[in-house]
């Protein structure tokens, strides 16, 4: 049956990773798939992938995650930032692949119709510790504990003057964008990182949240006509609910992680129609 699908967090840097990339097919010549951030830190394998799941699944819709964010050592490609995000942006559109900054295509396969809404949203340090007021505390207690994402090394918000800067910017893009949308039609909404709180309260590092999205966001699966809400990062793939709307982890994770789970590795999740496990 034709299917929308999700995936995320595909981090192919990992060769066991990428021989499960290798591997995934769609189950119907008119699938869908959403990949919501993390396939890798160099822009040839983010184009290696993106080239190959194209290949084979009628659309690739896209949203970046922090890792293709990064400006790594490693890789040719030096950009940053925002210059970093638009030659992603491009390399997509060679590829056919949608981007959050592409007209929103809409699903009219089964549990349609529905508007895919990519998003690049990133996260301004609001999701702290309770009793923490501000991001400077935040950042400090993260550092004391020894818990500090590596965004803060190589995730540039050039030209903007911080990543939280960046990330109100983004917001504000974002909100003209959904509110744009064609009107009527329930949304999918693609972002790497939770848009609700919820999903970080269970990280085995609570100080990592920070570095998991915005309270800004909060409302906006409410506000949105939001169907299903697609997100990674976290790594701890699952299905939850926050005010009857379907949130869904997608993630593959480091080979670390998924090595020791049952389920088998790099299954695509099914976001329409809705599974019965989901309904
Ligand atoms: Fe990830
Ligand atoms: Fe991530």
Redesign the pocket.
Known sequence: MTSLLAI??L?IGYQENRRIVEEIRPTSDSDWLLVA??VSEKVSDVEWALRLLGDRFEKVVWAP???ELWTHPSDPVQLRGEERYRHLVEVCRDLGVVTPEDPYPIWTGPGGPVTVAPLFVLYDYTFRMPGVATKEEALALAYDKGVVCTDEMLLHPDPYPSRDAWCAARITETERRLEARTPGVPTVLVNHYPLVRDPTLILYHPEFAIWCGTERTADWHLRFDVHTMVY??L?IPRTTWYDGVRFEEV?L?YPREWRPRSTVPGQLRQILPVPERAS
Do not use: V
Request: proline share 0%; charged share 15%; aromatic share 0%.
């Open positions: 995320s967090d981090h951030g993390d995650g922090n890792h990674g990062h790594h993630s994770g």
